[in-house]
């Protein structure tokens, strides 16, 4: 079964600081990898995603994230983080090529950026 | 881009009442939706997949009869939860994936989300 661990329950940083917030992953096979975000009270918006190719994978807003196989991680990550940013966000993965197979999430990381 | 549109965003009722939210995907086919349930400062727990035409499947732990999930058409989906409780106050999300095989690297399209507060 996969499932995804995101370490850090909280993560602040100061305006203008670049931000990383972790994720590893576990699944057998080859990783559907992505990352959303979540305003209060507010659905997920998609922000990236890794399916193959290139490692870096740029997104939304400015965020990117890094495909690590061997660690078995997906970092998301911004040069320069804005207090717009404060949010919560989730790593999740899909283990199968279907469309028919739900995400599964981490457990989220929120993000705090402090002017 | 592929919207999913879920309502109410809010409601309140009393104990022992059924409320009823829908989940819609306003410019594509769905045939497979998703439900979460998420608590307070908690991740996204999966409830259901619901596939058009055909009855759902519950994860492990939710009760069928309670969360009446029915998918009777490609654009909506409805979750029914019946002679609802106080422990059932939760924010409830859908997502809906597009047809077809070899769809998995699409990210999945989420509504806003049903904030359930039973009293």
């Known amino acids: 079964a996969q499932s995804v661990a995101q370490p850090e329950d909280q993560v602040n940083v100061a305006e203008g600081n670049p931000l990383t917030v972790k994720c590893t992953y576990s699944v057998s096979g080859n990783p559907y990898l992505f990352w959303y975000v979540q305003y209060p009270n507010r659905g997920l918006q998609f922000l990236l995603k890794?399916?193959?190719?290139?490692?870096l994978v740029k997104g939304s807003y400015g965020f990117e994230a890094e495909f690590n196989k061997s660690q078995t991680s997906f970092h998301l990550k911004k040069p320069s983080a804005l207090v717009s940013d404060s949010a919560l966000y989730f790593c999740a993965v899909r283990a199968t090529f279907s469309g028919n197979t739900p995400l599964v999430f981490g457990k989220g990381t929120r993000l705090s950026v402090i002017a | 881009g592929a919207v999913v549109s879920q309502h109410p965003s809010r409601v309140i009722c009393k104990s022992g009442t059924s409320v009823k939210i829908e989940c819609r995907s306003l410019d594509f086919q769905a045939t497979t939706m998703f439900w979460y349930r998420q608590f307070p400062k908690q991740s996204l727990m999966l409830m259901a997949t619901?596939?058009?035409?055909?009855?759902?499947?519950?994860e492990q732990g939710v009760e069928k009869d309670k969360f009446l999930i029915n998918h009777a058409s490609l654009t909506l989906s409805t979750l029914t939860v019946t002679s609802a409780h106080p422990e059932d106050s939760s924010f409830y999300i859908c997502s809906a994936s597009s047809t077809g095989v070899g769809v998995g690297h699409s990210p999945l399209h989420f509504g806003n989300g049903t904030r359930l507060t039973v009293t």
């Open positions: 890794y399916i193959t190719g290139d490692n």
């Open positions: 619901s596939n058009e035409g055909s009855k759902a499947t519950y």
